[in-house]
């Protein structure tokens, strides 16, 4: 088993630090090629950072340098890092093609599992508004992602729903 040297990013420890993945294919797992080129500000002209200043006495030499802005009393120990900026965006989940609003599904897990349901529709959240009918199968309303139902062929014609979302699951 190879060690890896902490915080690395692909460096292998035990061969002299060699790295495990070639340039191009780093370039191409951090997806440079997507990312905006980022054009180099032009760099400002350096202000003073000290100051002459007169010192009073006769022992003391006339003048000396200050620093315009004092130094921090206090250092972390450690350098926080910045976290990267997250360019994705949410999109949608996609339905199943086998799953519409109005097809019976078997659901796989929870306390239902086996049971086959009714699905209302999909909330924006992306998971599926299912409901047994409860009077027929103890089902009641309940939300399930789609990975844990098997649609089946038969499907029901459902009446117009009253506006039903992510928030009346909330605790």
Do not use: C, M
């Amino acid at each position: 088993k190879t060690k890896q040297v902490h915080g690395s990013s692909g460096i292998n420890a035990e061969y002299g630090g060699v790295p495990r993945l070639s340039r191009t294919a780093v370039y191409k797992k951090r997806a440079l090629y997507k990312r905006a080129k980022v054009q180099v500000a032009a760099k400002k002209e350096e202000t003073a950072a000290t100051k002459t200043k007169q010192v009073h006495g006769e022992k003391n030499g006339s003048t000396r340098e200050v620093p315009l802005q004092k130094q921090p009393r206090f250092y972390p120990t450690v350098d926080n890092k910045k976290p990267l900026n997250n360019r994705r965006t949410p999109k949608p989940t996609k339905l199943r093609s086998s799953i519409s609003p109005g097809s019976v599904v078997i659901l796989l897990a929870g306390v239902h599992r086996g049971k086959r349901v009714v699905v209302l529709k999909q909330l924006p959240s992306g998971l599926l508004l299912v409901s047994g009918p409860y009077k027929i199968n103890g089902v009641p309303l309940r939300r399930v992602d789609q990975a844990y139902v098997i649609a089946t062929s038969t499907k029901i014609d459902l009446p117009a729903l009253p506006e039903i979302g992510d928030a009346i699951f909330k605790r």
